[in-house]
């Protein structure tokens, strides 16, 4: 028995349930929560259903703490997982996350402890998200409605934990995802390397920087962060950081800086 069943109590069906089409007005959910989508073509928003579809068919969506998931939590879920491959189908459908646990808010521990000296200390370790190499991944709900609602604040729970779960493709997570192309990982590790060493040297100054300075923990949580911006302000990325834009243009293969306002 999966720790996952020991966690919930609850047994995991034998085989995925078959997908069905998306219904309109379950498209018209997804085009009022996720306003991302209404920059695509009508192909891709096509392709994007589809790709929803089969997402919503194979993955298993848990609540935590007495959440009830809903079938617009696992739309909201799946449309913003689902733009980042749009492009990608080489892929596949993230094959590696089987399920996604939803939390009603922040998780984790939090709590205050008394030192040595006697003082109390209190102790946040609270997380919006967290995915892991083969295992689900963990959102809390709260964080992914506002993200899908605003899209030009350069943050986005989904789209960086979905970004960890492409990136663990490779086994660990490193901020390098598979690429096309074996000879394509030297200029990407350049540019990766650069930016990185330039949001660490702005963070460490306390300087103000386009990049959310968290991605300065690790590569993994560089590539990330990236995402984030790359699809909630394209426009800005492209033009203060060109090398970096061309890098996950290239990856994602979308052009995210024209996107309009």
Known sequence: MSWLRRLLGRTAPKSPKPAVPLPVDWQRAVA???PHYRFLSP???KRAHDLIERFIAEKEF???RDL???QHMKLVV???ACLLILNIPRLGLYPETKEVILYPEDFGLSLDAIGPDGRTYHIDQSRIGEASRRGPVLLAWEH???SA???LDGRN?????FAHALDYLNGEADGAPPLERSNDFTEWSRVMSSELRALRAAASMGRRTLLDPYGAESPAEFFAVATEHFFEDGRRMKRNHPALYAQLRAFYKQETADWAV
């Not at 729970?157 to 934990?161: D, G, M, Q, R």
């Open 32 to 34: 009022r929560s996720v």
């Open 43 to 45: 192909d891709e928003r």
């Open 62 to 64: 848990w609540g935590n």
């Open 68 to 70: 009830t998931v809903t």
């Open 78 to 80: 799946a449309a913003q």
């Open 144 to 146: 992914v409605k506002q």
């Open 149 to 151: 609602s605003d899209r």
């Open 157 to 161: 729970v989904v789209f960086h934990e």
